[in-house]
């Protein structure tokens, strides 16, 4: 009889899966689309490449915001309990 490996639970293994899969399309996501708009207004205004750069550069700060959002909370729901007193 084999016995499971505690703390191998596969739907832990498929959460972490859909994780790595998800954060690199919301990074790369929110920098393609501050750079269309960049670019929709550089067209808009005639002002290549000024604003493709900034709503780009915008873009990747708020994708890597919500890259660190999305560890943040999926990280910390899993796991063990960690700190204080546990005495019975």
Do not use: H
Request: glycine share 20%; aromatic share 8%; proline share 5%.
């Amino acid at each position: 009889m084999a016995a499971e490996k505690p703390g191998r639970n596969p739907a832990d293994w498929v959460r972490q899966l859909a994780l790595a899969l998800d954060l690199p399309f919301l990074l790369i996501g929110s920098v393609m689309g501050g750079g269309l708009v960049g670019y929709i207004l550089d067209e808009y205004l005639r002002t290549t490449p000024w604003f493709m750069l900034i709503c780009g550069g915008l873009g990747f700060a708020a994708g890597l915001r919500g890259v660190l959002q999305s560890l943040a909370r999926r990280g910390g729901s899993g796991g063990t309990k960690t700190g204080g007193n546990d005495q019975s």
